[in-house]
């Protein structure tokens, strides 16, 4: 016997929860963002240098990369709203161990609530991609491009936030604690709009005869590893972008014979930035219109046209096309991936974790290791090696067309 997802018409359910996952995906931005703009401060308050904290950053990696393990497992058993429930009350303790680390002051407070934060910030992550591509399924059109769209927006704004903080010469410990207050509230009311509220997410239940799938088989399915690839291919060169384009820009061009000033990068930060959120906002409308894997193609060719031209290009004005291409070009991989994933709903979790740890991996692990080939090859010609995984991507794209949910034997008596 099936059971679904409550009947919920889109001109309602649907659209209510659609707008709860674009809050919860500006929510998340936007409290990764207010916390890195402190961190100055807070290398400040513990006397610590910058490889230090990237001692400290390397406990949030761990946190993260260790629920991306086992995020599956849990939206798989509960459901994403009860992950995102979860997940708020995870980091919430997380960043108010880190809030109250400064008062005291404990390094040991500090990395332990990086690490708690890292857990719960990635199993919320997983967890609102799903119910995005729930979401989405239902509406019927195109919207997880928006939605990570809205999670740039929310950067956006609370970098705002945290550099208006530091201008001001705030402390650190309670705004940091009344965010995290704030935040976890409105998550946990965000989660209760969810279609998947009070329901378990699978699309089919399990009986004797149909026992409940192993989350961790993805990792050996070769269209959900095709996916991660492409995802990981674009989220290297987004990673790259954010790591090592402002100093390729200051340190690998002349303007008008001369070394672009250092405010020269961060500008073209801003112009990938805008180009990449701009193609997020609107790329749905394309895919749509076209299909995910033409719209992929392209937006391949786009990246590698647009990394060529910026690695070969003579001086800083003729290159910045190719930052405008590079940032459109990368911009739907992440997004289009996680539709691609959740295709079958009853795979969809463990499918969208794997997916997920790969992307993250590559956005996390990647660019550092880009930092000892632009040690020995230059920052542009290190990042004109992103190419090679663009082509196999490109080859591999086909595999993000739209699978139809496999249909489960019923019961007709």
């Not at 604690?177 to 969810?194: E, F, K, P, Q, T």
């Not at 990981?232 to 402002?246: I, K």
């Not at 690695?311 to 459109?328: E, K, T, V």
């Amino acid at each position: 016997m099936t059971s679904t997802l409550p009947d919920i018409t889109p001109s309602h359910g649907a659209i209510r929860a659609k707008y709860a996952v674009f809050l919860t995906f500006f929510l998340c931005g936007f409290v990764f963002a207010s916390w890195a703009a402190r961190i100055p401060l807070v290398m400040s308050i513990f006397s610590i240098n910058s490889a230090q904290m990237g001692l400290f950053f390397l406990c949030a990696a761990a946190g993260s990369l260790t629920a991306l393990i086992i995020a599956g497992w849990i939206t798989s058993r509960f459901s994403s709203a009860f992950t995102v429930m979860l997940s708020a009350l995870v980091f919430s303790l997380g960043m108010g161990s880190v809030a109250v680390s400064a008062l005291l002051p404990s390094q040991w407070l500090l990395g332990g609530g990086l690490f708690i934060f890292g857990f719960g910030f990635s199993l919320c992550d997983v967890a609102m991609n799903l119910e995005g591509t729930q979401v989405e399924q239902r509406l019927g059109y195109t919207i997880m491009p928006k939605l990570h769209a809205c999670f740039s927006f929310g950067t956006v704004t609370g970098a705002a936030c945290g550099a208006l903080l530091e201008f001001l010469q705030v402390g650190f410990t309670l705004p940091l604690l009344l965010l995290v207050i704030g935040a976890a509230v409105l998550l946990l009311w965000c989660s209760s709009r969810y279609l998947s509220a009070g329901t378990r997410y699978h699309a089919v239940e399990h009986t004797e005869n149909q026992p409940r799938s192993n989350p961790f088989a993805a990792w050996l399915e070769w269209r959900t590893l095709a996916i991660g690839f492409t995802v990981l291919a674009t989220s290297l060169l987004e990673g790259a972008a954010f790591d090592w384009l402002p100093l390729g820009v200051v340190t690998g061009f002349t303007l008008d014979g001369v070394e672009p000033a250092g405010w020269m990068g961060s500008m073209t930060l801003a112009l990938f930035v805008a180009a990449m959120t701009s193609m997020r906002w609107f790329g749905g409308l394309l895919i749509d219109k076209y299909g995910r894997v033409v719209v992929l193609r392209v937006c391949t060719v786009l990246s590698i046209t647009g990394l060529m031209i910026f690695g070969f290009s003579p001086n800083l004005s003729m290159a910045l096309p190719g930052i405008l291409l590079w940032g459109i070009g990368c911009a739907l991989g992440f997004p289009v991936g996680m539709s691609a994933a959740a295709d079958e709903p009853r795979h969809a979790a463990s499918r969208i974790a794997v997916v997920a740890a790969i992307g993250y991996c590559s956005l996390l692990t990647g660019p550092p290791l880009l930092g000892f080939l632009a040690n020995a090859f230059g920052v542009k010609n290190a990042l004109l090696l992103l190419v090679i995984p663009l082509c196999i991507s490109l080859l591999l794209v086909s595999k993000l067309g739209v699978v139809a949910p496999v249909k489960e034997a019923t019961d007709e008596g």
